[in-house]
């Protein structure tokens, strides 16, 4: 009879068996499943080839939930909705009172509310575990969001802590996020800023390719130049990476070749959602989802191209002198208050959503553990902690002192490329709806008192006055047509 092992994992696609190789290199024995049992031999295979790691394979989940010591814990990668209910459905049978299910996909976190309660009639523990770096943190240190029973987590603390993404100073990215789904609403919203991140960057490569005329390799060096400062995080230094890379199926370089068709699987469209259902404005991450759908429609922009060509439109660019020097560091700064924006946006969501379901979450330890493994990690996420420990209270990371002197001193170059990129034509919707955002959110008074006059004139609803105090109604219509008579 074979000892025990700690802790098992179902689920073995590339995230699956990468994190069960991370857990068995941390030193933890490991047991694996996966329905498809050709997978359980390779995730093997791959463990004695990467160094003899305790990790045993089991193609059937009786022995599989047999072989883990009480009380027993499981993740479970696999895809999200149904598949994880047949999975729960697969292992439960044979699983005790005490022992411990954690799902690491990217569920939608009212699934992991409805399971914990199911498991919890049968007396088992249940977690939603936000789980984020790709095959590379999930492999060698990934950022984790689990949320659920805190119980739950504390049996499992001491994996997690070794397993995670450690950052020098700030230690292991993991943290109990709080109860039922917050896990994974937390890496939903971590997953709409990165959608927010990625359009941002496409517009900062859009305005220095199409206006300043850079090539892709002056790009890589902007890039990686970039990477050094204030804009040093993950997604830049693949964005130089990807710069640098050659066609291994023709001449020139492979970004040039790739279909500008952007996919997805469906959380930034939840983070839009919920944004709207918290009357939360989001609109950098909701401009990217946006720029998503536009992509989508290849073929009906080759022929709108041809429309508007012949229109005297699109040809803005040819006579444009510009200075490439000022153009590259006028994009640097646009890039970093727009994504000051999109960040300051999900946190908002984030604190909405806790508050409107008692979870009391900690914005900034949530920045903290988003510094490493993840891929939205970046050198930046450090001011957002430092902004939150200075007032965990911040209305808007906006309006924290150190962002608020960092957007002053860089809104004439934020003005400038979107001023830029509008009179020649290309699209900059991240950027341009950051600006707007900001621009909105910095002014005391807004045209809204129009629209509030306009509701009641139509429909009665009402209005405040700056002035005095209660509702007042205005019979609008009758006081116009007099006025007319």
């Known amino acids: 009879m074979a000892p025990l092992t700690r802790i098992g994992l179902a689920g073995l696609a590339v995230m699956g068996q990468n994190l069960a190789l991370n857990i068995a290199e941390k030193g933890f024995p490991i047991s694996v499943y996966n329905r498809t049992t050709s997978k359980v031999d390779e995730t093997v295979a791959r463990a004695k080839q990467e160094g003899d790691l305790p990790l045993y394979g089991f193609h059937d989940p009786e022995s599989f939930v047999r072989s883990i010591q009480k009380p027993r ?145 002056e790009l890589r060096q902007v890039f990686s130049e970039w990477n050094k400062g204030e804009l040093l995080s993950f997604l830049i230094e693949i964005t130089a990476d990807i710069f640098g890379i050659k066609d291994d199926k023709g001449e020139g370089y492979l970004v040039d070749k790739v279909l500008d068709k952007t996919g997805m699987k469906g959380t930034g469209k939840w983070t839009v959602q919920q944004a709207a259902e918290l009357s939360v404005a989001a609109p950098t991450i909701a401009s990217s989802l946006d720029g998503r759908f536009l992509s989508g429609l290849k073929e009906e922009r080759v022929e709108a191209a041809k429309i508007f060509k012949s229109s005297g439109i699109g040809d803005f660019l040819a006579n444009q002198a510009v200075d490439k020097k000022k153009l590259i560091d006028d994009v640097r700064q646009a890039l970093y208050a727009s994504k000051i924006c999109s960040y300051a946006q999900g946190m908002n969501l984030i604190r909405a959503k806790s508050a409107e379901k008692g979870w009391n979450l900690k914005l900034g330890e949530l920045a903290r553990i988003w510094k490493g493994g993840c891929i939205i990690r970046a050198v930046f996420l450090d001011r957002i902690k430092k902004a939150y420990d200075r007032n965990p209270d911040l209305a808007n990371l906006l309006v924290d002192p150190e962002f608020a002197k960092e957007i002053i001193e860089r809104q004439s170059a934020w003005r400038r490329v979107v001023c830029l990129a509008i009179n020649s ?61």
Not at 169 to 193: E, L
Not at 426 to 452: C, H
Not at 461 to 482: C, N
């Open 73 to 217: 814990v499981i993740i479970m990668l696999v895809k999200a909705g149904p598949p994880v209910d047949q999975t729960i459905k697969t292992l439960s049978v044979y699983m005790e009172k005490g022992d411990c299910i954690i799902d690491g996909g990217n569920e939608w976190y009212e699934n992991t509310e409805r399971r914990e309660k199911a498991m919890a009639d049968l007396g088992l523990l249940y977690l939603g575990m936000g789980v984020s770096g790709g095959e590379e943190g999930a492999r060698h240190g990934p950022s984790l969001m689990p949320g659920g029973s805190f119980e739950a987590y504390k049996y499992i603390e001491d994996i997690l802590l070794k397993v995670a993404a450690q950052v020098p100073d700030s230690g292991p990215c993991v943290t109990y996020v709080g109860k039922g789904g917050s896990g994974n609403f937390v890496k939903m919203i971590h997953n709409g800023i990165e959608y927010g991140d990625m359009q941002l960057i496409a517009e900062a490569y859009d305005v220095l390719k199409s206006v300043g005329k850079l090539t892709n390799e």
């Open 425 to 485: 034509g290309i699209s900059t919707p991240g950027m341009s709806a950051s600006l707007a955002y900001f621009d909105t959110y910095r002014r005391e008074r807004l045209p809204a008192n129009l629209v509030q006059a306009q509701r009641d004139y139509f429909g009665a609803h009402t209005y405040e006055r700056i002035d005095v105090a209660g509702s007042f109604h205005t019979e609008w219509f009758k006081i116009a047509k007099q006025s007319k008579i």
